[in-house]
């Protein structure tokens, strides 16, 4: 729960930094994940026009929106590769975060043939400050590329509830939908072809248009249809009344939408056997090799026993969340490493929850100590130098931040690896302690400011000689010089979030 709550406020955040996530063409990946990171939602989908047009209307309108807005975080999905190449070049001029959703057919491009596309998806890779993937696999394609990844599967789509059609009421049971799109990497026929002669009931609905199935309407029968192209609340009724799903594709790391679907309404799914979907689905499910013979076991096995794995998905479907939680949180550490804006936020979590510790990678750890050690540098240099006139009161309220902070970093020494974690004999520990000592001389001998208030209270039995030090720098310097005989005299009483 406050990993959510800590997701839910630095979200809100970014939304108060002016985050967009644009996409030329509707997609319920980017919807969702637009929403999970609180950004205005651009859908510039202009398919219906010839292509010229398309691309033309779409290009002017994410121009006038980055221009009129300033965002400081733009997302853009690719594909498509132009609208990649129009946010990384709008990003040399406006300065903003830039972060590229990469499906499997951005990573494409980087591995194209086509010398100019590669050289372009390549670019788009190394270019943006991140690139988000949907699974471990893509990870090294995108570093290869100099690009900095980032690993977020789909977040479970919210699937409404439909009556099912008409058309599909009256059919024998059980009632299977194969979530079909008709693409080169769907082994369909293979699948057909093994499931046609099964002499156990059954109904199979192949969604998708039926003028690109093509040849494989040959296979329709009273037991195989082909649903033709559906509105979307006649889809979502038939996901939700469908006894199990099946969804398949032969390329190896790539997520598949039913399988996102079947969580949404905890209904068991038919998956193709790769590591991505398994590692990203690990219970729940059902996984089938790409050939006949394993695809009919598959299937005979669910026709079985669809209800005892009905019974697995609840529990498949909340550690699906927590983990995509967990995930999120990583990616929103790697933006607040990237700008300064949710680190407030961060110590309030890292006081409320030790839990968290867990969730921050090494390599996260040490940028967030430098963009501490940088942020006290700069309050002091601001301080030395009289530049507060007007900011002085905000000044005074964010220097507790980095400060809190780091006391709060330094509870990672009662974890196993951590012992020496910022030791006293560390140049970095030194460092901070040369910092909290220029501190209390502004605080204390110059006066340059007359108090620091913090949201931690303590109850300190300070030495008469170091009594105005105020007690969060004196604990901080405490614990950084490795002082044990005066760490004894700091009680920590109460919190806040204020």
């Known amino acids: ?103 499997n057919v951005a990573i494409e491009y980087a591995e194209s043939k086509n010398t100019f596309v590669r050289f372009l998806g390549r670019l788009v890779l190394s270019k943006a400050d991140y690139v988000i993937v949907s699974n471990l696999g893509l990870k090294p394609i995108v570093e290869q590329c100099h690009g900095r990844p980032l690993v977020l599967p789909d977040k479970i789509p919210l699937i409404e509830e439909h009556e099912l059609s008409q058309d599909f009421k009256k059919v024998e049971k059980p009632l299977v939908t194969l979530v079909a799109t ?72 790539c997520l598949v939408c039913g399988a996102y679907e079947a969580l949404s309404v905890q209904t068991p799914a038919l998956l193709s056997d790769t590591k991505a979907l398994r590692e990203t689905f690990p219970c729940g499910f059902i996984f089938a090799s790409n050939n006949r013979f394993s695809f009919e076991q598959s299937f005979k ?65 040490e940028t967030i100590i430098q963009k501490v050690h940088n942020q006290l540098k700069g309050f002091i240099k601001k301080f030395n130098e009289h530049r507060l006139k007007k900011d002085e009161d905000r000044l005074k309220k964010e220097i507790r931040i980095p400060l809190e902070l780091l006391l709060a970093l330094l509870r990672l020494r009662a974890y196993d690896g951590y012992e020496h974690f910022l030791a006293p004999e560390q140049e970095q520990s030194k460092d901070f302690v040369i910092l909290l000592d220029e501190l209390t001389k502004i605080i204390v001998k110059e006066r340059k400011i007359t108090s620091l208030k913090s949201r931690l209270e303590f109850n300190i039995d300070k030495p008469d000689n170091l009594n105005k030090i105020p007690d969060l720098i004196y604990a901080l310097r405490v614990y950084l010089t490795g002082d044990d005989s005066l760490a004894s005299s700091i009680r920590l009483l109460s919190i806040s979030d204020d």
């Not at 609180?38 to 221009?67: G, K, Q, W």
């Not at 093509?214 to 249809?225: H, V």
């Not at 996901?239 to 594709?249: A, E, K, N």
């Open 1 to 103: 729960m406050l990993v959510a709550a800590f997701i839910k406020k630095t979200i809100m955040n970014l939304e108060k930094h002016k985050t967009a996530w644009i996409t030329w063409e509707t997609q319920a990946r980017n919807a969702e994940l637009s929403k999970a990171f609180c950004c205005e939602y651009l859908c510039l989908d202009y398919s219906s026009d010839n292509s010229l047009v398309r691309y033309c209307r779409s290009a002017y309108r994410t121009i006038s929106a980055i221009h009129r807005a300033r965002y400081s975080y733009v997302f853009a999905q690719c594909p498509s590769l132009l609208l990649a190449i129009l946010v990384t070049t709008l990003k040399a001029i406006y300065g903003y975060c830039l972060v590229i959703d990469a499906h």
């Open 182 to 253: 008709f693409a080169p990497d769907e082994p369909i026929e293979c699948f057909l072809e093994s499931v046609k002669a099964i002499e156990l009931p059954f109904t199979l609905v192949v969604t998708g248009k039926r003028s690109k199935a093509r040849r494989l309407l040959k296979y329709e029968s009273n037991k195989i249809i082909f649903s033709d192209f559906l509105s979307r609340e006649k889809y979502e009724g038939l996901i939700r009344h469908s006894d199990f799903l099946v969804d398949l594709t032969t390329r190896e790391n």
């Open 301 to 365: 096995e669910l026709l079985g026993h669809y209800s005892k794995y009905r019974k697995e998905m609840p529990e498949a479907k909340q550690k699906f969340k927590e983990k995509w939680q967990k995930d999120l949180f990583s990616q929103v550490l790697n933006l607040i490493v990237k700008k300064d804006f949710a680190l407030e936020l961060l110590t309030i979590a890292l006081w409320r929850s030790d839990k968290l510790f867990s969730l921050i990678q090494d390599e996260q750890l």
